[in-house]
């Protein structure tokens, strides 16, 4: 199995102070075992990076959640969509920024043009829509880009109850007059209508430094 070794060298001499005295060796042994070779199975990495990807989601989805519930309940659809057009991506940057990771929401049936996938997420979004369209259950997962550096975690995303259909339902149906020449105004590209509970919406997109995820280790 493939391992990542992370080591700090301690050089096999005993240092001398500035005073000619010599460092007691019981001190040095001290300092290489607490500088020991440290060995982490890339399975490890794998493992810590899912972990820490279904915590990231999660995290980023109360946040957006938690102002979107409020805009609707201040402002009704129409004002939601002024929110997501607005705070969305900035919210999601927040969070990103004080993670270390890069969060993004993606979908080949995207509002914003902003949310379209890029190469490696493309294939992925691909996998979870046949799941979706046969019936397979969509399950996170973990795949090593950007020659290893970067891991980038991805879990789709589905349409979870019926207040999300005031904006991605079926227009005049589910999408109030109001709120659709809202969405015709901010998103004359939108492609995210017509949806039903249950569909796939998209995917979340995680993108983690591997470095920052053996820290964690």
Not at 60 to 69: D, F, S
Not at 83 to 103: H, M, W, Y
Request: glycine residues 6%; proline residues 4%; aromatic residues 6%.
């Amino acid at each position: 199995m493939k391992r990542l070794v992370l080591f700090a060298a301690v050089l096999p001499f005993v240092f001398s102070c500035g005073s000619g005295e010599k460092v007691d060796k019981s001190v040095l042994d001290e300092v290489n075992q607490s500088m020991e070779v440290k060995k982490v199975d890339e399975v490890d990495i794998l493992n810590k990076a899912m972990e820490w990807g279904d915590e990231i989601s999660l995290v980023a989805q109360q946040e957006l959640m938690a102002k979107l519930t409020q805009a609707i309940e201040e402002k009704g659809a129409s004002g939601a969509v002024e929110f997501c057009n607005i705070e969305a991506l900035p919210t999601l940057q927040k969070v990103s920024d004080s993670l270390g990771v890069r969060i993004r929401r993606v979908s080949n049936d995207y509002r914003n043009p902003s949310d379209r996938p890029n190469e490696d997420e493309a294939m992925l979004l691909e996998a979870y829509e046949y799941n979706q369209e046969n019936g397979i259950e969509n399950k996170p997962n973990v795949q090593e880009v950007q020659n290893g550096e970067v891991l980038l975690y991805t879990k789709a995303i589905k349409i979870p109850g019926g207040l999300c259909l005031n904006c991605h339902g079926e227009p005049e149906k589910d999408i109030s007059a109001e709120t659709l020449q809202k969405l015709d105004e901010l998103y004359p590209e939108d492609k995210a209508k017509g949806h039903k509970v249950g569909d796939l919406r998209g995917m979340w997109s995680i993108a983690i430094p591997k470095k920052e995820v053996v820290k964690k280790l």
